[in-house]
């Protein structure tokens, strides 16, 4: 049984209040609250079992350096990978990315290959694409979301053309909550023989992830919008991609011996580990993600529906709110405008004066922005401990909002 209101009381951050009024945080597609017993492992490492991983012979060296190594095990379980040494880990989505286009692709892409996006992806899953459009003149084919904000998967399968050498897809977007069919668009690019990257920032917090199901070359996560810590992170490399790539980072743990003429790297996933890690953040997501598969991400998938589904309904009670993106399977992430010359910043501001957190801006979405036509939005982004009565407050700061707009 998922009790939502048990839950909220493993997370301390959810009793406060803010403004003088109790806090409703929907801001969670930026980043989640902690539960405590994330807080707790990330205290405790600190307090009391701190000290360097992997060389160390005493004992809090050992300690640190079995957590710190069995969150691979859990990210694995996690993510369904196959065997651990697929899980490198990274500080967040962000690098993971970078990880691929610098380890993976500069070395094997030329002036004139393609890699193709859709519109609606985040800047983190952008940029670095761009970097080698800069530095070796590959090209960026982009693919265009429907009227509603879907994805058709086969609009990116007819876009896969013999130059394409990467298509690099979201799984759920941050902006519209669009959930984008990546076990589809895999088949069919591994069929053209197309490496798949996906990013999994937000798709990993709302959905169970099976990437031996999906079938993506690599899929990354960011650990502070799972529960976790920031800094911390990972990303799922298939091991016939692992051995293609070279070292991005140099430095302490990722070699096996170094001298004045040669140096020669260790085996991966620590070849692309270089320097001391993030520790205890890593720890933390370890326990972060055995809070959330203690939950059972099915049933978290299923609370948040059901949020999603009251939230699309009192949002379209709203003839002066426009939603950006209403396809019918979205997750519980809702972009919106007021009607009018209200700015979403100052949405955000009224709605902060009532309790109610959220995003505004252009949530590191510029070209789908553009394609929106839209400079900014407000976001509310609910999570596994979020209710239909905050669902009702958020309506309520958002009446304030219009009356004082009108």
């Keep these: 049984m998922y009790d939502v209101h048990e839950i909220r009381k493993d997370f301390p951050i959810l009793s406060r209040e803010v403004n003088g009024k109790p806090l409703v945080y929907l801001d969670n597609g930026a980043s989640a609250q902690k539960p405590q017993v994330v807080i707790d492992a990330v205290t405790r490492g600190y307090a009391e079992e701190y000290a360097n991983v992997h060389r160390g012979l005493h004992y809090l060296s050992n300690l640190a350096t079995e957590k710190y190594e069995g969150t691979r095990g859990i990210i694995a379980r996690f993510l369904g990978a196959k065997n651990e040494d697929e899980i490198v880990f990274t500080s967040g989505t962000t690098m993971g990315i970078n990880l691929v286009a610098y380890s993976w692709a500069m070395p094997r892409l030329q002036a004139g290959d393609e890699i193709l996006l859709s519109v609606m992806e985040h800047h983190a899953n952008i940029v670095p694409w761009h970097l080698l459009r800069e530095r070796l003149g590959v090209v960026l084919k982009w693919v265009d979301v429907d009227a509603d904000g879907g994805l058709d998967p086969q609009a990116v399968i007819d876009a896969i053309g013999p130059k394409t050498k990467l298509v690099a897809i979201t799984q759920l977007s941050n ?84 001298h004045k003429d040669v140096v020669t790297y260790a085996d991966p996933p620590m070849k692309f580990e270089a320097g001391t890690p993030g520790i205890v953040q890593q720890i933390g997501l370890g326990v972060a993600l055995d809070y959330l ?84 939005t407000c976001r509310a982004s609910f999570a596994l401990y979020n209710t239909e009565a905050e669902v009702d407050a958020l309506v309520d700061a958002l009446e304030l909002a219009h009356e004082l707009f009108a």
């Design 293 to 376: 598969m203690d939950l059972g991400m099915d049933k978290v998938a299923a609370h948040e529906h059901q949020i999603a589904t009251y939230a699309r309904a009192r949002l379209d009670g709203l003839n002066w709110l426009t939603v950006q993106g209403t396809t019918p399977d979205k997750a519980a992430i809702f972009s919106f405008t007021l009607d009018g010359a209200a700015h979403a910043h100052d949405i955000s501001t009224i709605l902060d004066k009532k309790g109610v957190a959220v995003r505004a801006g252009h949530h590191c979405a510029g070209p789908l922005m553009d394609h929106l036509g839209v400079a900014a």
């Design 175 to 258: 902006v519209l909550g669009t959930v984008v069919d990546v076990k589809t668009i895999c088949a069919a690019a591994r069929d053209r023989g197309v490496p798949v990257l996906v990013d999994g920032s937000q798709g990993a917090v709302h959905m169970p992830v099976d990437v031996e199901d999906i079938g993506c070359d690599f899929y990354a996560i960011t650990g502070h919008k799972l529960y976790g810590p920031s800094g911390s992170g990972a990303i799922y490399i298939k091991s016939a991609r692992m051995a293609e790539m070279q070292p991005f980072l140099g430095g302490g743990d990722m070699i096996r011996e170094v």
